[in-house]
C-alpha cells in the first residue's frame, strides 16, 4: 500500500474525530444554555451569574457557536474528499 495513501486515511480518520468532538461541544450543557442565560445564569430558580461579564460571555458563546456549527460539515467533507484521494492513489498503484 501507498504511504501517501494510508497517511491521507489516517487523516481522514483525525477530520472525522474532529467532527464528533465539535458536535458534542455543541450539544454541551453551556452551549445550549448560551440561548437561556440571557442577562444572568440561573440554577434551581435563583439566579447565580449576571452583570456585564455574564453578558460578555454569553455573547461571546453565541458568536463562537454560529461559527462552530459550520466545523462538522467541513471536516466531513474533508474526510471524505481525503479518502477519495487516498482510494485514487491506491488505484494507481495497481495499473
Not at 29 to 46: I, Q, V
Not at 54 to 78: I, K, N, Q, V
Request: aromatic share 6%; net charge positive; glycine share 12%.
Amino acid at each position: 500500500m501507498s504511504a501517501a495513501a494510508d497517511d491521507k486515511d489516517r487523516l481522514a480518520q483525525e477530520f472525522s474525530g474532529w467532527k464528533g468532538l465539535v458536535e458534542q461541544l455543541l450539544g454541551g450543557p453551556t452551549m445550549k444554555s448560551a440561548d437561556r442565560l440571557g442577562n444572568g445564569a440561573r440554577a434551581g430558580g435563583r439566579e447565580v451569574w449576571s452583570g456585564p461579564a455574564a453578558e460578555r460571555f454569553t455573547g461571546e458563546l453565541r458568536r463562537l457557536r454560529t461559527s462552530l456549527e459550520r466545523l462538522p460539515g467541513g471536516f466531513l467533507a474533508t474526510a471524505q474528499n481525503l479518502r477519495e484521494t487516498a482510494k485514487d492513489l491506491r488505484s494507481k498503484e495497481h495499473h
